[in-house]
């Protein structure tokens, strides 16, 4: 057992923590939360890192990085950008650029991996749909095969980057049913497509006005017989619930790390607040009420952060050497994300309670972390009760999943 990271990975960590120290400051990222948008020299920056599809391997435009070096990336942005919308980017990026390269055409590849990678295009996920996220198998939209075309129709919603895609070009792993499922088994029949976000037929829906991560949009697309070449589709036909869901996997892994790095974050600057804010003639951090407070937070961010790493560790040695089984790496992420999302926002709401009143300011940059965070742990990725019917699943058997 060797809990070190690689010689490499450190000096990565030390890189990217420079380039945020410069480029991702409190005050910039403050300016982003007010104006609602990343700006491109940003995302062009993260490119220009070698950030943006990193696990994405290099004779397809990405850096070829596995996920451990990914979650310190992670890590890092989320230290930084505590609204955690410049980790949203990268991490929604990362992951559906991954699983869409993994198994799409050269085509596509072509229009979009390359492209994001350098920056110059935006590649999210769009499975969400009006009448429920939880219940992918529910899903409504359609693709009707039409000779080497497919047609497209439905609403997608609540997607993540439907501006970033408009102003930057690229688009969505889609999912829609392409076949009546068979009897039991819903998640059949289900195909995934690469939806270009300018496609004819494809209709960008107003921005929600959201309470957190205000630099990056999320939206809804309508499609409306869109024609697409079969290039357009991302992996077989009817096998599209599986690929979702290995995207959904490696997007939870690198929530866990944003998280992470947050409240490590907010860990560091109520830490410096209790040394200096005096109350009854102490400092508050010489009182029980908030060290205590502040001694079972870092215990339990030190729990996650090895939870976090560890799977990640996992997730690298089934991709890499086929050493567990999907499901059981699949187990570990959803620990991951019913566990690190409410943490950190917990640390948020204690940090800002040691603060006081000036907590409650936006002088004080903690509430854009609070607003944030709550994305994930409200949902985004996964809700968290479909974390636990997974993690159930997985330790008593599909026989007690309890929808079926
Ligand atoms: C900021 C943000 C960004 C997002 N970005 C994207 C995106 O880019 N692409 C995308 O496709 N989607 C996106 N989503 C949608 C997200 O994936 C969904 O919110 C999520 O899947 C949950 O779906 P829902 O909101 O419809 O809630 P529902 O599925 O309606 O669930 C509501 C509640 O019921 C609970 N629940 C559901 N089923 C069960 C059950 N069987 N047992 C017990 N409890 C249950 C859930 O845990 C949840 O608390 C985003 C969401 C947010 C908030």
Not at 170 to 199: E, K, Q
Not at 359 to 384: F, H, N, V
């Amino acid at each position: 057992m060797n809990f070190a990271f690689t010689e490499e990975q450190e000096l990565f960590r030390k890189a990217v923590r420079e380039w945020c120290s410069k480029e991702l400051t409190l005050e910039k990222v403050r300016e982003m939360d007010n104006k609602g948008e990343i700006p491109r020299e940003i995302i062009k920056e993260l490119a220009d890192l070698g950030l943006l599809l990193m696990t994405v391997p290099e004779e397809h435009g990405g850096a070829g990085a596995d996920w451990t070096t990914a979650c310190i990336a992670a890590e890092e942005l989320g230290y930084a950008d505590i609204s955690i919308a410049v980790p949203v980017l990268f991490l929604v990026e990362t992951a559906w650029g991954f699983v869409t390269d993994k198994y799409c055409t050269e085509h596509v590849r072509e229009e979009v991996i390359r492209k994001a990678a350098r920056g110059e295009a935006f590649i999210g996920i769009a499975s969400t749909e009006a009448s429920g996220g939880s219940d992918v198998a529910a899903i409504r939209s359609t693709g009707t095969r039409d000779g080497d075309h497919w047609i497209l129709n439905g609403e997608k919603t609540y997607i993540s980057g439907t501006e970033e895609a408009k102003k930057l070009g690229g688009g969505h792993f889609t999912l829609v049913r392409t076949s009546p499922p068979p009897p039991g088994a819903a998640h059949r029949g289900m195909t995934a497509f690469f939806l270009p976000i300018n496609a004819p037929g494809v209709e960008v829906g107003k921005r929600f006005e959201e309470m957190g991560r205000m630099a990056i949009s999320t939206g809804s697309i309508v499609m409306d017989n869109v024609r697409l070449p079969d290039a357009y589709r991302i992996g077989e036909e009817g096998k599209g619930f599986y690929l979702t869901m290995e995207g959904f996997d490696n997007a939870r892994l690198l929530i866990g790390a944003t998280c992470l790095g947050a409240a490590q974050r907010a860990l560091e600057l109520g830490m410096q607040y209790i040394k200096e804010r005096k109350a009854f003639g102490n400092p508050i951090g010489k009182y029980e009420g908030i060290q205590f407070d502040l001694a079972d937070m870092w215990s339990e961010l030190e729990a996650l952060r090895s939870l976090v790493y560890r799977t990640a560790w996992m997730n690298d040695e089934k991709y890499k050497r086929g050493r567990f089984t999907p499901l059981e790496v699949t187990k570990y992420i959803s620990a991951v994300k019913l566990k690190v999302p409410p943490f950190a926002f917990k640390v948020f709401e204690h940090v800002m309670l040691w603060m006081g009143a000036w907590g409650y300011t936006k002088d004080c940059p903690l509430e854009m972390g609070l607003r944030g965070i709550m994305s994930y742990y409200i949902g985004a990725e996964g809700a968290m009760n479909i974390q636990r019917i997974i993690i159930a699943r997985e330790l008593l058997g599909r026989d007690y999943i309890p929808y079926k």
